[in-house]
């Protein structure tokens, strides 16, 4: 058997995929892919690169690892590394699209994907459209004759709003669109959306994939060989590309992602139901509750509801922002995936650019609070929590 064929399941590949020990004459046997940190490779002969490699923005061998690694993770045939998530983003953008294309997004995207598209992309003739992608038919109804690709999230940020993934893909397919699915929230752990019918995977590596809040890193993970090859040469044209000494951090985080994510997991279930009962908490948003109005849709498509969750507590902003400066275990701060607990109020950090009206249109209220649940004790969580709603 094949060590590929052995390596089966998603914590043993987390581990080992990208990483076969090499035992050819001269090499050392690492069971951790080294740092490469060599800029270019020395070659015998004018026409044959040393094993494929010529220069360190177009391939690399850690960061080759890496790209082995988390295609492994998401069964996908190709991966990519990325400097961030927004350079995987971009990088996709360039190579899929042409100045007259259009886009059908979620309009419940993270932020900084809604100001690529508004803000960047918007001054190369490429339009978007945004609709509530939770309702299929609305997706169908934007869907114009220069639509090309149809991107979205779920969960999504910070409502935890679900899109169904597979009907949207069959969307796609009747209408030849490429659907771009950021897996971000849920990792490969929980959530495949290429086996669900999806073309493209978008993660922020930087979160969960990382999962220590210590390197910034982007991927796309795919099936289509063509896709692949353009994304390869635009990757290397624009130069998006992620470090050799990033990728190994990558590499190492990612080890257990799979035991991560169970506990962020069970530590969100745990807080979950202890916000329920709180009488100062209004309403608690999980999708692994059944109060979740989406919760069976959640169930069908992916293995699992992740760490996030987001609550509403009792009063005004001024109290939202008194109890999370009350907190001293969990950090008040931006981005999410870490081991450690972060927390945050979209309204006035990561979704202050959504224009009030919206943002009370969709639901981001005053006292809304985004919660990433971390590993630590979960009974040291709620301790914090407790204190902090007195
Ligand atoms: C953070 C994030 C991104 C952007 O990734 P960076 O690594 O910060 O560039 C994209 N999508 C989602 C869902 C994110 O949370």
């Known amino acids: 058997m094949s060590i590929k064929e052995l390596q089966q399941g998603f914590a043993t590949k987390a581990?080992?995929?990208?990483?076969?020990?090499?035992?050819?004459?001269?090499?050392?046997?690492?069971?951790?892919?080294?740092?490469?940190?060599?800029?270019?490779?020395?070659?015998?002969?004018?026409?044959?690169?040393?094993?494929?490699?010529?220069?360190v923005r177009s391939l690399n061998p850690t960061r080759k690892a890496l790209e082995t690694k988390l295609a492994a993770l998401e069964n996908a045939d190709y991966g990519l590394a990325f400097s961030s998530g927004l350079a995987a983003e971009t990088t996709l953008l360039t190579a899929l699209l042409k100045s007259g294309d259009h886009i059908v997004a979620f309009d419940d995207l993270y932020g900084g994907t809604?100001?690529?598209?508004?803000?960047?992309?918007?001054?190369?003739?490429?339009?978007?459209?945004?609709?509530?992608?939770?309702?299929?038919?609305?997706?169908?109804?934007?869907?114009?004759?220069?639509?090309?690709?149809?991107?979205?999230?779920?969960?999504?940020?910070?409502?935890?709003?679900?899109?169904?993934?597979?009907?949207?893909?069959?969307?796609?397919?009747?209408?030849?669109?490429?659907?771009?699915?950021?897996?971000?929230?849920?990792?490969?752990?929980?959530?495949?959306?290429?086996?669900?019918?999806a073309d493209i995977v978008v993660h922020s590596s930087t979160k969960y994939i990382g999962g220590h809040s210590d390197v910034l890193g982007?991927?796309?993970?795919?099936?289509?060989?063509?896709?692949?090859?353009?994304?390869?040469?635009?990757?290397?044209?624009?130069?998006?590309?992620?470090?050799?000494?990033?990728?190994?951090?990558?590499?190492?985080?990612?080890?257990?992602?799979?035991?991560?994510?169970?506990?962020?997991?069970?530590?969100?279930?745990?807080?979950?139901?202890?916000?329920?009962?709180?009488?100062?908490?209004?309403?608690?948003?999980?999708?692994?509750?059944?109060?979740?109005?989406?919760?069976?849709?959640a169930k069908a498509q992916s293995t699992g509801f992740g760490g996030i969750l987001s609550f509403e507590i009792a009063g005004n902003q001024s109290d939202a922002k008194a109890f999370l400066e009350r907190l001293r275990i969990i950090a008040l701060a931006e981005s999410l995936g870490g081991v450690e607990s972060l927390i945050e109020l979209p309204s006035v950090m990561t979704h202050s650019s959504v224009p009030k009206e919206i943002r009370k249109q969709v639901g981001i209220t005053d006292t809304l609070i985004r919660f990433s649940t971390g590993i630590e004790n979960v009974s040291d969580l709620i301790a914090d929590i407790e204190q902090a709603l007195k």
């Open 15 to 55: 581990i080992h995929a990208g990483e076969d020990p090499d035992f050819r004459e001269g090499a050392t046997g690492d069971v951790v892919a080294p740092i490469h940190l060599s800029t270019t490779f020395a070659r015998e002969k004018v026409n044959v690169p040393t094993a494929g490699y010529e220069y």
């Open 218 to 297: 982007g991927a796309l993970l795919l099936n289509n060989p063509d896709y692949y090859e353009k994304l390869q040469y635009h990757q290397n044209a624009i130069g998006a590309v992620l470090s050799p000494f990033d990728s190994y951090l990558t590499l190492r985080g990612v080890k257990t992602l799979a035991l991560r994510m169970e506990q962020h997991q069970q530590n969100a279930f745990s807080v979950a139901g202890y916000l329920l009962q709180h009488p100062k908490v209004k309403k608690v948003i999980y999708p692994g509750l059944e109060s979740h109005p989406q919760h069976a849709l």
């Open 114 to 197: 809604k100001r690529l598209f508004n803000n960047i992309f918007n001054n190369y003739n490429i339009d978007v459209t945004f609709v509530d992608a939770t309702d299929v038919s609305l997706v169908e109804k934007a869907i114009l004759p220069q639509t090309r690709l149809i991107w979205i999230e779920s969960p999504s940020n910070p409502l935890l709003k679900i899109c169904d993934i597979a009907k949207i893909a069959t969307l796609a397919d009747a209408h030849k669109l490429v659907l771009v699915v950021d897996n971000t929230f849920l990792s490969p752990y929980f959530q495949k959306p290429l086996a669900l019918g």
